[in-house]
Structures are given as C-alpha cells and as structure tokens.
C-alpha cells in the first residue's frame, strides 16, 4: 500500500490511538506517538494534500466536525485553548492537528515556535503508562460525546 492515510481510510490499517470521529469526508485520530490528552488529528478521507482541494461539500463537512471536536475538547475535557496546524507538504492526506494548551506547554514558548518542542517534550517524556491510559481514556469520551451529537 502507498499512502498510509488511505490505508487507514479504506479500514486496511487501525489508526494507533483509534479512531475519535469519522464523518462522510473526513477522519479524526489521535496520535498516540505523542501522548498528549485531547491532541486531535483531523484528515480528509480523499488523496489530497492542499486546502484548496477540497470541494464545497468537504469544506462544510471540515469546519463543521473540527468546530464539534473542539467543543467536546472544552466541554468533556475542559480545554480551553487549542493550537491548529497543518501542513500542505505532507506524505499523508491534507490533515489538521489540533493541540490542546495545557499550563506546562508555556516554557516552551507561546507561539508557533513551542509546537515541535511541546511535541517532542511528549513523545520523550510522556510515553509512560499513567499518562497513556489518561490519554485513552480521554479519546473514548471525546467519541463518545461526538456519537450523541
Ligand atoms: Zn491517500
């Protein structure tokens, strides 16, 4: 297989952390390499890589599902800011990260620039089981909130 986001779309391969929402166009994970509590990876279901890619019935279905998952963020897991970031250069389809503040990201800065240290802050020294079963956790009622809705 040769793009693992449409193995994962087409069922071949289980995304790591599961799955937290999936709707007509798109697909909402977390990605469990960075073990961050409420951290959302939202990717589009089709071969695409760009924004502007995507038809009018994707950009509906896009703001519509990331503007529900942050707010079962807020509302299950009291998250009271999240930073967005995507890239259009990327080997996967077109897909937005959505990561959670929480008060211990600040030394690594308040902007763009704290993003891949908060990241790999994580990765190395968050990957123990406490925090897994947090994070699990965590994904399970996110899905479970975004179900009922
Ligand atoms: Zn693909």
Not at 45 to 63: A, Q, V, W
Not at 70 to 98: C, P, S
Request: proline share 3%; net charge negative.
């Amino acid at each position: 297989m040769e793009c693992l986001s449409c193995a994962i779309v087409d069922g071949l391969i289980e995304p790591d952390g599961g799955v937290v929402v999936e709707t007509e166009y798109f697909h909402a994970h977390q990605d469990v390499a960075y073990p961050i509590k409420g951290l959302v990876i939202l990717a589009s279901k089709r071969h695409i890589t760009s924004f502007d890619e995507l038809t009018h019935e994707e950009k509906l279905d896009y703001i519509d599902i990331l503007t529900k998952i942050r707010k079962a963020q807020r509302e299950v897991l009291g998250i009271e800011y999240v930073y967005y970031f995507y890239n259009e250069d990327t080997t996967h389809h077109f897909h937005t990260w959505m990561v959670p503040r929480y008060e211990w990201m600040y030394e690594f800065g308040r902007s763009v620039e704290s993003v891949r240290p908060v990241l790999l802050h994580a990765r190395e020294n968050m990957n123990h089981d406490e925090n897994i079963q947090e994070v699990k956790k965590a994904i399970h009622v996110l899905s479970q909130t975004l179900k009922v809705d």
